[in-house]
């Protein structure tokens, strides 16, 4: 088995087709389908339904495996540079919505001030799909809302983050500032896809008082979410930080008694060891969440040290 075999059927996944792969690859059609045929020769399985144009089930497995070995070797090639005290190379970060808004630009600059050679890519998702990503190798490590489900995965929180009620500013809900969990009964609201980590997080929040979120919209990415909220098309229970300044004088976020602060922290793949570059990223993470949180502003922005109340 040969890593350019590896490479060719998970170029295929990502491609849909062979001659797709190979433009992909930088290499001819033919190339392509005789890595993909010696491997199905190899394992005595096909790979690819010719006929129907997708992997089989067996080909699934086997790209997930491929992706996570092809990931090792870039790893592998970057530890080595950094033995020579240059961290070069690439690092795939997945970052929730409204935390990527305002922890993006912050890595961005650091990693270009202090690792130059390091080519970072940001993915934003919800913490349902960053999980898959990071579980198929597709991403190094995650920023997501707590707590995770796969055993796979392991979690450290990073910080605490207020949930409110964002409306319109001249709205009478605006002017008091606070209201009540019960309050929420019967009002229609913009809400996350049932299953999804913060809907789950939500409706356990208002169980044991007794009702169900009234839902107008159910929607998927918290970011939709703000961003129909801005658009006027109803209220929602949102992170702090999904209103930007720039919004804060026509949306307001009012607090909710009641409603718990939701956990954010880095993900990462339990077995395996981070590149490099990807470790000189995760320790950026941590330096810049802690300025952030005692920048002497705590709380300003309902942005939480973990574990505080």
Do not use: C
Not at 213 to 228: C, F, H, Q, Y
Request: proline content about 5%; cysteine-free; overall charge negative.
């Amino acid at each position: 088995m040969e890593l350019r075999q590896l490479a060719a059927i998970a170029a295929v996944a990502d491609q849909g087709t062979f001659s797709a792969a190979a433009d992909a690859l930088g290499t001819v059609q033919s190339n392509v389908s005789a890595h993909v045929a010696n491997l199905e020769r190899e394992l005595g399985v096909t790979l690819f339904d010719r006929s129907a144009g997708r992997l089989t089930e067996e080909g699934e497995a086997v790209v997930a495996r491929a992706r996570r070995v092809m990931a090792e070797m870039e790893a592998l090639l970057a530890d080595v540079a950094a033995v020579r005290h240059d961290v070069s190379g690439s690092a795939r970060l997945g970052v929730i919505g409204t935390t990527g808004r305002w922890l993006a630009p912050l890595l961005l600059d650091a990693t270009a001030a202090r690792y130059p050679g390091v080519r970072l890519a940001v993915v934003e998702g919800n913490t349902t799909v960053l999980e898959t990503l990071l579980l198929g190798g597709r991403l190094d490590l995650g920023v997501a809302q707590l707590p995770v489900k796969d055993d796979d995965l392991v979690a450290t929180r990073l910080f605490d983050e207020d949930l409110v009620l964002v409306v319109p500013a001249e709205s009478e809900l605006a002017r008091r500032r606070e209201i009540e969990l019960g309050e929420l009964a019967g009002m229609p609201l913009l809400l996350p896809l049932p299953g999804t980590t913060l809907r789950e997080e939500l409706d356990a929040a208002v169980r044991p008082a007794g009702f169900e979120l009234t839902p107008k919209a159910e929607l998927d990415g918290v970011r939709l979410i703000a961003s129909l909220t801005f658009e006027g098309h109803g209220p929602a229970l949102l992170p702090a930080t999904a209103v930007p300044e720039f919004l804060r004088d026509r949306w307001a976020s009012v607090a909710v008694r009641g409603l718990p602060r939701r956990q954010v922290g880095k993900v990462l793949r339990r077995r395996g060891l981070l590149s490099a570059p990807a470790r000189a990223v995760a320790e950026l993470l941590d330096e810049l969440v802690a300025a952030e949180l005692t920048a002497g502003r705590p709380g300003e922005r309902g942005l939480h040290p973990a574990g505080n109340s």
